[in-house]
């Protein structure tokens, strides 16, 4: 079995922005797998964080 880490793949390389190696990354394994994400913020957002979470919050809740 292949034990090297694996990586997503998009369907349009040249859409895909890499981050750079020293950007903080968070962690995760579950099982055998490992995740690593890198956090990108956008220079051209109009949207905080907090008006972000809020947004997602009330479209959570017109679901339920």
Not at 53 to 59: A, E, P, Q, S
Request: aromatic share 4%.
């Amino acid at each position: 079995m292949n034990r090297e880490p694996r990586t997503m793949q998009a369907a349009d390389a040249a859409t895909v922005s890499r981050a750079p190696e020293n950007t903080p990354a968070m962690v995760k394994k579950i099982g055998k797998t490992t995740y690593k994400v890198h956090v990108h913020f956008s220079n051209t957002s109009t949207e905080t964080m907090s008006d972000k979470i809020k947004r997602m919050l009330k479209n959570e809740i017109q679901r339920m």
